[in-house]
């Protein structure tokens, strides 16, 4: 059965840092889609950052790229999301999310098999 376990989240100054965790069980890095979303109560979910794992490609959105960084331990199962020159509009709750048939092309989806109950990041200015 597939569980995802979000750890990191917290409160921070503009400008600070912050790394994600997710604890992943069941799921093939190495073949499904794993990413990370966002969301802000009122507001859309918004795919942050992601990697295919048939290709090892990552992808981030245009709102955090140069300031946010994916990466994956296969063996140990783990996503991260390293997040640095943090702003406030970064503040939201924040999604571990994998799919077994984006394993090719993560992004472009809002729509995962398998989510996280997630985990809070507030940056105060």
């Known amino acids: 059965q597939v569980q995802l376990v979000e750890s990191g989240g917290g409160s921070v100054q503009a400008g600070g840092s912050l790394t994600l965790s997710c604890a992943a069980s069941a799921v093939p890095f190495l073949s499904w889609a794993i990413a990370w979303f966002r969301q802000v109560p009122g507001k859309e979910r918004e795919l942050v950052s992601c990697?295919?794992?048939?290709?090892?490609?990552?992808w981030y959105s245009d709102s955090v790229k140069g300031r946010f960084t994916i990466d994956s331990d296969h063996i140990k199962s783990i996503l991260t999301l390293q997040m640095s020159a943090l702003k406030p509009e970064d503040s939201a709750t924040y999604y571990c999310a994998a799919d077994q048939f984006r394993g090719y092309a993560c992004f472009g989806y809002n729509s995962y098999g398998h989510w996280g109950h997630g985990t809070q990041v507030a940056v105060s200015s």
């Open positions: 990697i295919s794992g048939r290709t090892g490609r990552r």
